[in-house]
């Protein structure tokens, strides 16, 4: 069975420009969630969607949003890009949200 | 007082050694908890479930105190290979629900 996986491995963008990341949840699970993580750093919640609509947002500006297609896949999308958006940023999948989440590779973003 | 915290550590601790890890939570509603090992520029990878009644996984044994507001993650017989962070995720209600993350331990088994 596929796990979590996302998609650019690596993205590298300038600061002001756009980026979109990519997640595609384990077969049967309606839940992805959304983390950052910075170098050194723990992950920040950034956004959790349930059966295509957001449940819940962490302390994010509004330049952070996503969205959950109708197979459960997800997009997030950073705007106005600023050097400190520079992480590591991690798609889960669950099944529900009280339920334990598997987490994909993640996807490394660099802005310069 | 942040949702979850743990010790940063790092934990130095020879192989063969039996380690803890604690984590407390804030939010007494908090439903579900879980630990998980995040190796160097990886993603964290599920360890496994702490339920109310401590459960354990070979070398691994989890705990949950609801009065105290903490969980517990023991490993016996360290191997070298346990060397990893190690995260607890606490489902806390904030507006709905959300997956809160400790900052995670840093263990390190020495030979």
């Known amino acids: 069975e596929a796990g979590v996986t996302q998609s650019p491995t690596h993205l590298i963008k300038t600061r002001g420009q756009q980026a979109t990341l990519r997640c595609s949840p384990i077969?049967?699970?309606?839940?992805v969630y959304w983390y950052q993580q910075a170098l050194g750093l723990g992950l920040q919640f950034l956004l959790w969607?349930?059966?295509?609509?957001?449940?819940n947002r962490g302390n994010f500006p509004p330049r952070f949003s996503g969205r959950q297609f109708p197979n459960y896949s997800s997009e997030l999308n950073v705007n106005a890009l600023e050097l400190e958006d520079s992480a590591l940023y991690l798609c889960?999948?669950?099944?529900?949200?009280?339920?334990?989440?598997?987490f994909g590779q993640g996807t490394r973003l660099t802005v310069v | 007082r942040k949702e979850v915290e743990q010790d940063p550590g790092p934990f130095n601790v020879p192989e063969g050694a039996t380690v803890a890890f604690n984590c407390t939570y804030s939010?007494?509603?908090?439903?579900?908890f879980f630990w998980y090992r995040q190796d160097c520029r990886k993603e964290p990878k599920l360890l496994m479930s702490?339920?109310?009644s401590g459960n354990e996984d070979g070398r691994f044994t989890a705990q949950l105190n609801r009065a105290s507001q903490y969980i517990s993650l023991l490993i016996r017989d360290s191997k070298l290979s346990d060397s990893a962070t190690y995260l607890c995720?606490?489902?806390?209600?904030?507006?709905?629900?959300?997956?809160?993350f400790g900052t995670g331990t840093r263990l390190k088994v020495l030979a």
């Open positions: 995720a606490v489902n806390t209600p904030s507006g709905t629900y959300k997956y809160i």
């Open positions: 939010n007494s509603a908090s439903q579900s």
């Open positions: 889960a999948s669950g099944i529900r949200q009280d339920t334990e989440a598997f």
């Open positions: 702490v339920y109310s």
């Open positions: 077969s049967g699970h309606t839940s």
């Open positions: 969607y349930d059966e295509g609509e957001e449940r």
